[in-house]
């Protein structure tokens, strides 16, 4: 999940407050900012080496995750099973997680169970931080549809149990679409075409925004159009970030852009915010987990929203892609790793678990059973009286394209993000900054030492 | 009482021992004393801040590479020689950074001294009425958080909620756009201006209160004119309290950071290598390159330290002071 990463950017505020001191302090404090890791990680669990636990003396396992009310499922785990104790870190969210665990590793102090991003697991497993699974938890594996696995398994290892999927929908103010009299759009034609008639109704309100702080979303909106930004074949890497697929959606985003029709607010920024709960912004394009940061945002607008499909390139088609799900995973040097293993397979695969999953933490399991449960589970309240939510939810998940993520992905998405904000700001083409991601994703990872075909 | 060649004559007798004081040990500690009393400085020296310099100037000469050139190889360390090093200088974005960094501190620094030297001097001047008054007010944004004050202006710039744009449209003119392209730059200058003039205007003042009041009687029995004394004895006696202030300033500016970091979340202008310092926070905790961080490290700290010599050596030479 990637929503609740609104407070990155505050948080990155170091210490470097009106700097009152002389050159060589200032000096030395520019340098300790990158020589200072982060030096605040909890204790590792790993307390005694023996693989049983009992209720005297339980296995303790530290789980590093970001997940919503995660404090709660874990309390229900816990009472349950008092020889394996889990023990909940917040110590950050997605990609800073990631950082904090490469961290962790040099230090030496990982822990047992880390959430991950599934463009985050590459990282992971090529700093050799992360166990292979594929003999710890073969119950829990055989609970997931194959393509869900191949976000998580390469070659014939699998590195992470799959906790959540995100797949787009679209999310309609349906009571103001029908106020300004515009219907809500099945296909991208229409979907342009409502942006317009919404422009003219009322130039102040945009029919949504679009999100150059999340290269992930677009990444998300590409896969529908069927691109493949990297494919892995004969043992190298092939980059295609500036397909055909891709340069048709930056085109089509560019022409809205370039009309004035969408806004440009970061999604999650004050200001989305403001525009998402007081009906500038009419739709949003967000995967399952965003009807509960709809519901925190804006409660006021509960019942008035509802979760479509999202818009096709072809009438008729039911295409569409991933943002954001996350897996979990288990640290290599954890001493505990059955333990961890258990633990995570009735998290994501045990009918108890897959109940808190869903009515707990709000996600679309990436399981069967998960899968299965959520469709009986009741509608989030912010969506009124919709009722098939959670089918609409499953039949996107089955509906999604997807790609392998490199292991440089962070550097191409942070690539991305900068080109298309200077694109945003100065008025271009999204699709001219295409070749430059490209060119500087290739390089990254031939400069790395990974394998890319010509 | 005796006379200081008593004493003298005494200490310079050694055989004759003095009551209360035992000679040897005293000697002893004048050797050992100084590094007795150094060692906390230097232990803390060493561990907290020679040694992650030297670990950052090692971290900067290393690299990771894959090394079984696999799909998703295990990176190993290795040594990298000057290559972090050639990336950094021969890098667009660092030095797109680093120009905007230099036109900020121009713009900060000039005007920041301004009004800074304006305050002081008119809060020395002995007709202001409400001197304390206007200190306190002046020194005040000083005591705000950075970041505080970041948000803070961020939502006076911010179209959606700003008072100065619905003033503007009130009036019905067009309103300023503070976060565009063109002007983001000035709006973050704004903020650090904001917050840094208090704390430059109270150490002049505090020199200019230095300054002993029997030259300014000469001079004004000399007939000499407020503004006369002004730019010919107050600006001259607090120099050295300036260029103190003006180094403060210089580093400040070389390390700017949070500013624009808060500022970023409103502005597409503002991309996450806008100035060397984000630059070495996204290269390190975004994208995972300590190795890379490190060295634009050592470069910024180089300029840093090459900025406060020059400074100190310009202005030496321009006080008619010998090296």
């Known amino acids: 999940m990637l929503f609740s990463r609104s407070t990155t950017s505050t948080s990155r505020t170091a210490s470097h407050r009106r700097t009152a001191q002389l050159g060589a302090l200032a000096a030395a404090s520019a340098l300790m900012l990158a020589a200072c890791g982060s030096g605040d990680s909890s204790d590792p669990s790993s307390s005694a080496d023996e693989e049983t636990g009992s209720a005297a003396d339980p296995i303790e396992l530290t789980y590093w995750t970001w997940m919503t009310n995660v404090e709660d499922i874990v309390a229900v785990w816990n009472s ?44 992971l497993v090529s700093n050799g931080i992360v166990a292979e699974l594929d003999d710890l938890a073969p119950d829990a594996l055989s609970q997931y549809s194959e393509g869900v696995l191949n976000q998580v398994s390469w070659g014939d290892t699998t590195y992470a149990i799959p906790g959540d999927v995100g797949p787009l929908m ?42 150059a702080t999340y290269p992930g979303w677009f990444a998300g909106l590409s896969q529908q159009a069927g691109a493949e930004w990297w494919t892995a074949q004969d043992n190298e890497w092939s980059v295609n970030i500036d ?41 949003w394009i967000a995967p399952t987990w965003g009807a509960g940061v709809i519901e925190g945002i804006a409660p006021d607008t509960a019942g008035s929203w509802q979760a479509v499909p999202l818009p096709q390139w072809n009438a008729g088609e039911t295409y569409t892609g991933l943002w954001g799900g996350s897996s979990a995973a288990i640290a290599d040097t954890s001493t505990h790793k059955e333990a961890a293993a258990e633990f995570l397979t009735w998290l994501y695969t045990s009918d108890e678990g897959v109940q808190q999953l869903v009515d707990v933490a709000t996600l679309y399991p990436a399981s069967i059973p998960g899968q299965e449960y959520s469709a009986t589970s009741a509608t989030p309240a912010v969506l009124g009286d919709q009722t098939d939510f959670w089918q609409l939810s499953a039949e996107s998940a089955s509906n999604a394209r997807a790609f392998r993520w490199s292991p440089n992905v962070a550097f191409t998405f942070a690539t991305m993000q900068d080109a298309f904000s200077t694109a945003i700001e100065n008025g271009t083409s999204l ?16 400069n790395q030492g990974y394998p890319v075909a010509d | 009482m005796r006379t200081v060649e008593s004493m003298a004559a005494e200490v310079g007798r050694p055989e004759a021992p003095v009551p209360g004081v035992r000679r040897t040990r005293r000697r002893l500690n004048a050797k050992t004393a100084p590094y007795v009393l150094l060692a906390p400085a230097l232990a803390l ?3 907290f801040m020679l040694i992650p310099i030297g670990y950052s100037v090692w971290l900067s000469f290393r690299t990771v590479k894959v090394a079984d050139g696999s799909l998703l190889g295990r990176r ?44 002081a001097l008119l809060l020395d001047h002995p007709r202001t009425r409400a001197a304390g008054l206007w200190r306190t ?34 009036l019905g003119l067009a309103p300023p756009d503070f976060l565009g392209s063109g002007t983001v730059l000035f709006s973050t200058a704004n903020i650090a201006i904001w917050g840094g003039t208090g704390f430059n205007m109270i150490i002049l003042y505090t020199a200019l209160r230095a300054i002993p009041s029997e030259i300014y009687e000469a001079a004004r029995i000399d007939g000499c004119s407020d503004l006369r004394i002004a730019f010919s004895i107050k600006i001259p006696m607090i120099a050295p309290a300036m260029v103190m202030t003006m180094i403060f300033a210089l580093i400040a500016m070389i390390q700017v950071y949070n500013e624009p970091t808060a500022l970023s979340t409103l502005s597409h202008a503002i991309t996450s290598t806008w100035m060397p310092m984000m630059k070495i926070y996204s290269d390190a905790f975004v994208l995972n390159n300590t190795f890379l961080a ?11 330290l090459g900025v406060s010599l020059g400074v100190m050596r310009a202005t030496r030479r321009f006080q008619g002071v010998e090296d």
């Not at chain 1, 950050?92 to 169970?113: C, H, M, Q, S, Y």
């Not at chain 1, 999604?267 to 009906?279: I, K, P, R, V």
């Not at chain 2, 030095?95 to 620094?109: C, F, L, P, T």
């Open chain 1, 170 to 211: 679209m999310y309609v103010r349906t009571d103001l679409f029908d106020t300004y009299g515009v219907p809500v759009p099945t296909t991208w034609d229409e979907f342009a075409q409502a942006a317009a008639a919404i422009h003219a109704a009322d130039p102040s309100v945009s029919i949504t925004s679009f999100d």
């Open chain 2, 137 to 170: 007010s002046i020194f005040i944004p000083y005591a705000v958080p950075g970041v505080i004050a970041s948000l803070m202006w961020g939502f006076i710039y911010l179209p959606a909620v700003s008072p100065i744009v619905s003033a503007f449209e009130a």
């Open chain 2, 45 to 47: 020296l060493t561990a």
């Open chain 1, 243 to 283: 397909d055909q697929a891709t340069e048709k959606v930056a085109d089509y985003w560019s022409g809205l852009l370039a009309d004035g029709l969408v806004s440009t607010s970061p999604t999650y920024s004050a200001e989305w915010n403001t525009a998402l709960a007081d009906g500038t912004i009419l739709s």
């Open chain 1, 80 to 123: 349950e099973h008092p020889d394996i104790q889990v023990t909940i870190d917040r110590l950050a969210e997605g990609d800073d997680l990631v950082t904090r665990t490469v961290t962790a590793a040099k230090a030496g102090n990982l822990p047992d169970i880390v959430q991950a991003e599934y463009q985050s697991l590459p990282i």
């Open chain 2, 294 to 304: 490190a060295a634009e490290s050592v470069l910024l700290a180089l300029l840093t």
């Open chain 1, 431 to 446: 699709t001219d900054t295409l070749a430059g991601v490209q060119t500087a994703s290739v390089d990254d990872l031939v």
């Open chain 2, 76 to 119: 190993t360390e290795q040594a990298a020689g000057l290559s972090n090093y050639t990336t950094v200088l021969t890098d667009r974005v660092f030095w797109e950074a680093m120009g905007r960094m230099v036109v900020y501190g121009v713009i900060v620094v000039v005007i920041m001294f301004g009004l800074a030297l304006t305050f």
